[in-house]
């Protein structure tokens, strides 16, 4: 009966996924939560979700659907359109059918006010949301930086995607997937490995929360993480809530606690002689002697109220760890702070962990605390990386590189 239900499961998933090429859609799946500790089966107690279609989702205690049921007007083998609940309303932030994301990880209020236990169970990671994964993981060791790997073909991947084609004249077709294993295995293996949590990941001097207010940060030994999964995310490069969902049941609390993670295998890169940040397209691109392309990384350059440069500048120095000084007279105004404030370093820090120095005062290349939302904010005139594409790109330039702004 189990394997009957899971080969249902499977041609119904398939039967949704081929209607989404057919008819180039993306449907968003919308979950309640109707029930908790149902019925007791074979699989243990189940928990009931409903979507938008009507359909009602059986989940087991290890994230697994078992079973799916569909409602009577689905008969007639014509799906619907989708439409809200009318009773429960819609859960925020819903995600494409092909990303669901588990429960209980989403940062809307109103999902966290309607769901009754926020230790539920994640609904088993879709494959192809790994697949997606996989090749943003390939396009970082080739050079083309997707940001965050989060398994989400958005406006990063498809720049990263473009600019690994640029880099390896090779383009990276994520339905095969024989090339796509292949491909991994030339640059340095499978797209994730287990790792092992160590003394030093559990008993670092973690912060207990950044405040928002810089003159609450200047009090603060460090802008140090705030727990041992941010700082896996950021070690693995990797959105946090999608670290969560690679490893459903993980405390990361345990030394010796296994986790899966991107098996990133960065190789080392031909030094960068010419940078151009290309505001249009935000990204940052870095070229070498002969101008060939060699790393490209998604990035937030400047805003309407604080442009960027125009022009050409130069680098002029690199920090590594640095502090960051505010100064409301010369840069910008963070709520009702009048004086200039010496804001400790960490990678929770305004300019994270990398500062290079242009030759126009007060503008730099510099990384994040945030790297979710690199590409998708503005920034007070500089240029904002990932922590982890800040520190590549320092190690590759030196003083004297040439920045050409454009766009």
Known sequence: MTRFIFAFCTSFFGLLLCLHVVYAQKPTLLLTQLSQATENTPQGALRIYQDQYGRMLYVNDQGQIVRVEE????????????????????????????????????????????????????IELPRSKEIVASVQILMHRIGASP????????????????????????????????????????????????????HNDIYQNYAASIPTDYAQKAQMPAMSYTSVREMLAEKFHIDEIFLQELNPHARFNMVG????????????????????????RKQVRGYNSQGRLIVAYPSTIGSIDNPSPSGTVEVERIAVNPNYTY???VNFKQGNNDRVLII????????????????????????????????????????????????????????????????
């Not at 990063?156 to 600019?163: E, G, L, Q, R, V």
């Not at 991107?262 to 031909?270: V, Y």
């Not at 007060?362 to 990932?386: D, M, W």
Request: proline content about 12%; charged content about 20%; some cysteine.
């Open 71 to 122: 409602p009577p007007y689905y008969s007639n083998g014509v799906i619907p359109p989708p439409v809200a609940m009318s009773n429960q309303g819609p859960i925020e932030g819903g995600l494409p059918y092909d990303n669901i994301s588990p429960s209980g990880n989403t940062h809307s209020p109103s999902f966290q006010k309607n769901t009754p236990d926020y230790n539920a169970p994640a």
């Open 147 to 198: 940001g965050v790997i989060d398994g989400v073909a958005g406006g990063n991947f498809d720049k990263a995607s473009a600019a690994a084609g640029e880099i390896s004249g090779r383009f990276i077709d994520p339905n095969d997937q024989v090339a796509l294993s292949n491909a991994l295995e030339r640059t340095g293996g499978p797209a994730f490995s287990q790792y092992h949590l160590t």
């Open 257 to 280: 606690e296994i986790i899966k993670v991107p098996n990133l295998r960065l190789p080392k890169r031909e030094n960068i002689t010419r940078i151009v940040a290309d505001k249009t």
């Open 327 to 329: 100064n409301p007279k």
């Open 344 to 407: 400790p370093p960490g990678p929770n820090g305004p300019v994270g962990t990398v500062w290079i120095a242009l030759s126009k005062p007060t503008y730099g290349i510099h990384g994040t605390p945030e790297p979710s939302r690199i590409g998708k904010t503005s920034s007070h005139g500089c240029i904002r990386l990932t922590n982890w594409d800040a520190e590549e790109l320092a190690k590759l330039v030196k003083k004297g590189v040439k920045v050409h702004f454009i766009g």
